[in-house]
């Protein structure tokens, strides 16, 4: 089997999908790399050292995807709505495609990606077992977007993070809020108490609250209770109107009081909740900032808008997207080794196995044989039941 790493084509976009250390795994395996001259260059992964692997290195994409069986990006056509749709014309029937791929955004996206004839895994559907840990590629990009974001913060507030004291006097620590205690929550809430600030946290699903405690934040306990705080996936549910009305009305005091504020709720297939209201922004000190990582589907700031950063009432409000392509060394290092484990583990004897039996398999399958085969999917857009199917047989099992 051939695996090809197309440079990637959404604009800013400096990760690469596989970087060289990771290639005597797969070469190990019984697989074959091909690479697009370039595609990791920006990453800090010139040609060579995918060479020195064993890298068959091809002049341009069209080659990579001719020669490739199996292709591997960051950001596919679906995340990527800049260029992707370019790449539907180089894939061909029976290629497997690997990468973000947004399934719960576009049904028009996912319905020309599956005519194309495409075998795609959409990383963002990953279960969150143990199993899949080292295949989860969504939590390791939200570890550094919550980095990330506390250091873009600590650039742009006019005052320092850590408490010092000098001849001058003493000058107090920075106050953060992190409002949702995911993944990118809790990686903020560490570095910022890592730059010695006064961390604090608040999320809607009690159960947190330990994570945040161990991190050396305050969690913020507001007197409402969220129904169904969580699905089985461990993520947040979303609530009804009347439960974000009180939180934004019980929360306004806390983010008055702080010099920073990061918002990191998303819910997967909605729009973030509005947590941080005009009147919210209006009532916090000038200078304040607030990083909205939430900004690419809308936001969780009012004033927040998708891929800027603004001013509003003297507050810096920071809209940026595509955070984790910041640190595209070490993101590219992180998503390859995700990447990898979930390729040795669809693969056996250098054929790709399609065993619908297991988890991981199953939940990540999102397009075959030119339909959207993926079940939550399917309901999320009120798809109808395809046929039951019956598990796949070893030769339905290798492509």
Known sequence: MIVGVPKESYPGERRVALVPKAVPNLVKAGMQVVLETGAGIEAGYPDTQYAEKGVKILPDRASVFAAADI?????????????????????????????????????????????????????ELMPRTTRAQSMDALSS??????????????????????MFTTAAGTITPARVLVIGAGVAG???????????AVASAYDLRPAVKEQVQSLGGRFVELPIEAKDAQDAGGYARAQDETFYARQRELLGNVIAESDVVITAAVIPGKAPPILVTTEMVKRM???SVIVDLAA?????????????TVVEHGVTIIGRINISSGTPYHASQMYARNLTAFLLHLTKDGELRLNLQDQIVRET???????????????????????SREPASKEDRST
């Open 186 to 196: 809790l990686q903020a809430i560490a570095t910022a108490r890592r730059l010695g």
């Open 71 to 123: 292709i591997l990006q960051v950001l596919c056509y679906g995340s990527n709505d800049a260029m992707g749709k370019d790449d539907l014309p180089l894939f061909r029937r029976g290629q497997v495609l690997i990468g973000f791929l947004r399934p719960l955004g576009s049904i028009e996206v996912l319905q020309q990606i599956a005519s194309t004839g495409v075998t795609s895994f959409a990383v």
């Open 285 to 287: 000190a000038p200078g």
């Open 141 to 162: 990009m939200a570890t550094i977007c919550g980095y990330k974001s506390v250091l873009i913060a600590a650039d742009t507030l006019p005052r320092m993070f850590p």
């Open 296 to 308: 690419e589907r809308g936001g969780n700031c009012e004033l927040t808008r998708k891929g800027e």
């Open 365 to 387: 399958l999102l397009t075959h044989g030119g339909e959207i085969v993926n079940e939550r999917v399917r309901q999320f857009f009120a798809l109808p039941p395809q046929a």
